[in-house]
């Protein structure tokens, strides 16, 4: 695992301080980002509750569902995907009449370098990838984690991909930008 390597690599005590760095920086991260997806949920459904009640709900929920472990969001996993694909497909066709083509170019925007830097400084699948190799000693094999984890990184970095290129076709971006 990677805590077991920094600790083999630079000794116990600066290995448990790296990954308790590691595991700050992440934690911080994941806190910033569901900071906006709790302004949402306040707006819309509870605007009286005040945020940081809203935020320690839903860190307390993680923590409950993560407490169960893997098998229980594996099996709820299961049967939450073909819904949820179901679902997203259909939301494809309904809107498909709405799309308009010409609002995607230029493809790569500001230029190639900068779309790769901002992709990696602000997506947060990267940093939920490296969290997610933290938990490598839990599973059967290697080549079960390896292919799990990157079918998993492909088919979210794809499906996030096209649906922001929806969300380009139908609304385009630098209107919405600049509302």
Do not use: Q
């Amino acid at each position: 695992g990677l805590t077991e390597l920094l600790a083999y690599l630079t000794g116990k005590y600066i290995g448990s301080f790296l990954s308790f760095i590691l595991f700050s920086i992440v934690f911080i991260e994941i806190v910033i980002i569901n900071r906006n997806y709790i302004s949402i949920t306040n707006s819309y459904f509870y605007p009286e509750t005040p945020v940081y009640i809203l935020m320690i709900s839903l860190l307390g929920s993680s923590l409950y569902i993560a407490k169960r472990g893997f098998a229980a969001i594996g099996n709820g996993t299961w049967f939450i995907t073909p819904v949820l694909f179901f679902i997203l497909i259909a939301l494809i066709f309904l809107s498909w009449k709405d799309l308009n083509w010409v609002r995607i170019f230029p493809i790569f925007g500001p230029g190639i370098g900068k779309l790769v830097m901002k992709s990696i400084t602000e997506s947060s699948i990267f940093g939920e990838f490296i969290l997610l190799a933290a938990f490598f000693p839990l599973v059967r094999s290697y080549k079960s984690f390896r292919i799990a984890s990157l079918s998993g990184l492909a088919i979210s970095l794809l499906s996030v991909s096209f649906f922001l290129f929806m969300y380009i076709f139908i609304f385009y971006y630098p209107s919405v930008l600049s509302m």
